[in-house]
């Protein structure tokens, strides 16, 4: 019987990574962590994360590796690529892969771990920065069952864990996850721009549809941005229009047309193409906005 934690490695300690390593940390974990740039991860040192300067170093001893980067191909090129994550790592610990990413990357990388004798699992989160912090996150995760099981103490001070299915099912329960808050978001957007269009006041009415079948998480929290206009990014527009649009490309190879979706898609690829990228998701009503000549509300 194990008389030790098990030893953690975060990789990517952005807006989701460092809350999660140090919910790891606090929880009694030893978490080693690495950024690609480094001077982000320091603040972490304070709350009992180590920090180390080479990937190497970061997952050598560790018996899990927790991936939090922003893409596929960051994931790919960091976690499988020639000097990579996987082939430093020992052949018994576990790769969990927590980033949004394609559902192909997913199974890619699940492969390239298990050519070592590493398992792995994709097991992406929603639940956004609060969610990280408050340890509350959704995570989906895809692999055997047994990994998840054996993992279930480290995603614990995370948040709740579902098993959905084999090597992918956790990337592409994500996508469809983006799909329900993406599009909730542009509802809220619109909702809300229309009561300010018609003269009533965002705010009073964001109130009174609180606890009626128009509430909801994203309608709280993405309402209230709106309302106040804070956009500082708890999720970026720009990463929001990644998932939307590999979940689009996902859908296309699949003869499958998903109709508000793709508009959807289309809302936040303006909203990144006219320069707001790395405003909060819920910005998107500022595209609204412009869209209907109002720049100067926002």
């Known amino acids: 019987m194990r008389q030790r934690p098990l030893s953690i490695a975060v990789i990517g300690t952005g807006i989701m990574g460092a809350p999660m390593a140090t919910r790891l940390a606090e929880a009694g974990f030893p978490v080693t962590a ?113 990994v998840v099981e054996r993992m279930a103490e480290v995603f614990a001070p995370l948040g709740r864990v579902t098993h959905v299915g084999p090597s992918g099912s956790g990337a592409l329960t994500k ?36 606890g009626g079948f128009a509430d909801s998480t994203v309608f709280r929290q993405h309402g209230l941005r709106m309302v106040e206009g804070n956009f500082q990014p708890g999720g970026p527009a720009k990463y929001q229009l990644k998932d939307t649009s590999t979940a689009m490309a996902f859908a296309d190879a699949r003869g499958l047309r998903l109709p508000v979706s793709e ?7 303006a909203m990144v193409d006219h320069g707001d990228g790395d405003l909060d998701h819920s910005g998107v009503i500022l595209e609204l906005r412009r869209m209907n000549c109002n720049e100067s509300e926002g």
């Not at 329900?180 to 009174?208: F, H, K, M, N, Y």
């Open 34 to 146: 690495w950024n690609r740039t480094a001077e982000k991860a320091a603040a972490l040192q304070s709350k009992g994360v180590v920090i180390v300067g080479s990937l190497a170093d970061a997952v050598a001893q560790a018996d899990a590796v927790i991936c939090m980067l922003s893409s596929g191909p960051v994931c790919e090129a960091v976690l499988a690529g020639p000097d990579g994550a996987i082939g430093h790592m020992r052949p018994d610990a576990t790769l969990v892969v927590m980033s949004s990413i394609p559902v192909e990357t997913a199974i890619s990388i699940a492969q390239a771990a298990a050519s070592r004798g590493i398992a792995c699992l994709d097991a992406p989160v929603s639940g956004g920065e609060k969610g990280a912090q408050e340890g509350s996150l959704a995570i989906m995760a895809g692999g055997e069952v047994a």
């Open 175 to 210: 996508l469809a996850n983006q799909l329900i808050v993406a599009s909730t978001i542009c509802a809220v957007a619109e909702a809300l721009t229309l009561a300010e269009r018609g003269g009533a006041d965002p705010a009073r009415v964001r109130q009174a549809l609180l």
């Open 263 to 269: 508009e959807v898609d289309r809302l936040f690829r």
